[in-house]
């Protein structure tokens, strides 16, 4: 019974990425995955980590802007 809703949301989602354009940095990122030094510049600079922790913050900051507009929001209405 759920196989068809995720069919349709598949074939959905399928149409919107085929009318949005491509990224264009997908040439960049392509090169930089043949670098064979990366891996060890990776083990000294924990860029994974960093960008774990970069969105994570960002997530934490988006929820606090959220929930001061929503309650700005409720005061206004409350008044």
Do not use: C, H
Not at 6 to 24: C, D, H, M, N, Q
Not at 60 to 70: C, E, L, T
């Amino acid at each position: 019974m759920l196989e068809w809703f995720l069919e349709i949301i598949k074939k959905f989602g399928a149409i919107i990425l085929s009318v949005l354009p491509t990224s264009p940095f997908d040439q960049y990122l392509d090169s930089l995955g043949s670098l064979d030094y990366l891996g060890y510049l990776n083990w000294f600079i924990p860029v994974g980590s960093f960008i774990k922790i970069l969105l994570t913050w960002v997530t934490a900051v988006d929820v606090f802007y959220i929930y001061s507009i929503i309650m700005r929001w409720v005061k206004m209405i409350g008044d």
